[in-house]
């Protein structure tokens, strides 16, 4: 069954994934950017394309989300999927995942004043852009002519950024929620991943106890500057091209984004009038 890595974009999904497959796909703890291919994601249009489904139907696509899940899920064991997508349900009809096939989920979170930014350097947008696809925008990708090595040919229901963070919180319900904020992750890095395993170790209804050599080495390798070596040693197939076509580093500022340095006072106003209730649910104000 799948335990869900979900998130907004740019928001630390990367990192948890990073840490995951370091802890659970390597001998040793060390990460490289091989391993998080062992953590798939959701939806990846390729899967609906190699069943027959109509991939230039959004509905059909949406309407099989349940039946591909089925094909690659492994009852008996834990499998990790990384979505961008909130969990939504079409028509009542037509939900994203469901209980047969998720065990629970881990949901990232970070300062919607910081993921502007973020967000506007991964994608190549002004700020004034960026913003505009957090508050209104609720899809991303869909060029289905793109190549098939780029994110860009999935289409990806984000919804904006405060549907994103509330449509998870449904599992709570269930008591198969962790709700991470990437602030307290950079902060204390193995406090946070610890109460991650453990979430995800109680959800399998296993015993806990972490390996303290393999945790010591993936809190090394993964650290942000080990990061940006790697992406600059071998590159990173989830960075995008700018407009002059040039990669886009995607491990860019990591801590040191601080909206207080670029954000003017009229956006940082409007982002947290816009998404007032839920940062301060989350003690961003």
Not at 64 to 70: A, G, L, P
Not at 108 to 114: G, L, S, T, Y
Not at 190 to 201: A, C, G, P, S
Request: with cysteine.
């Amino acid at each position: 069954m799948f335990v869900w890595l979900a998130s907004y974009p740019k928001s630390g999904n990367t990192f948890v994934r990073s840490l995951l497959s370091a802890y659970f796909f390597s001998k040793d703890g060390n990460f490289s950017f091989d391993l998080i291919k062992n953590i798939k994601q959701f939806p990846n249009i390729t899967l609906f394309e190699k069943l027959g489904i109509d991939i230039k139907n959004d509905l059909e696509v949406i309407k099989n989300y349940i039946h591909v899940q089925k094909t690659f899920c492994k009852k008996n064991s834990v499998q990790f999927l990384k979505t961008h997508s909130y969990l939504f349900n079409i028509k009542n009809k037509y939900p994203f995942t469901d209980l047969n096939n998720s065990l629970g989920v881990i949901y990232v979170v970070r300062d919607p004043r910081n993921v502007i930014t973020s967000f506007a350097k991964f994608s190549n947008y002004s700020l004034e852009e960026s913003f505009d696809a957090m508050v209104n925008e609720i899809s991303f990708g869909g060029n289905l002519e793109a190549e098939k090595r780029h994110g860009e040919r999935t289409k990806v229901w984000t919804g904006t950024w405060a549907q994103n963070y509330n449509s998870w919180k449904s599992f709570n319900y269930q008591n198969r929620y962790l709700l991470i904020k990437y602030e307290d992750l950079i902060d204390n890095t193995e406090r946070e991943f610890t109460k991650i395993l453990e979430f995800i170790y109680s959800l399998n209804k296993s015993s806990f106890s972490v390996d303290e050599n393999k945790l010591k080495n993936v809190l090394k390798t993964t650290s942000f500057s080990n990061m940006q070596y790697l992406e600059k040693k071998s590159g990173f197939n989830e960075s995008k091209l700018d407009n002059e076509g040039k990669k886009i580093p995607f491990f860019n500022l990591g801590p040191d984004n601080d909206w207080k340095k670029f954000l003017d006072v009229k956006l940082k106003e409007k982002i947290e009038k816009i998404f007032e209730k839920e940062m301060k649910e989350l003690n961003y104000l």
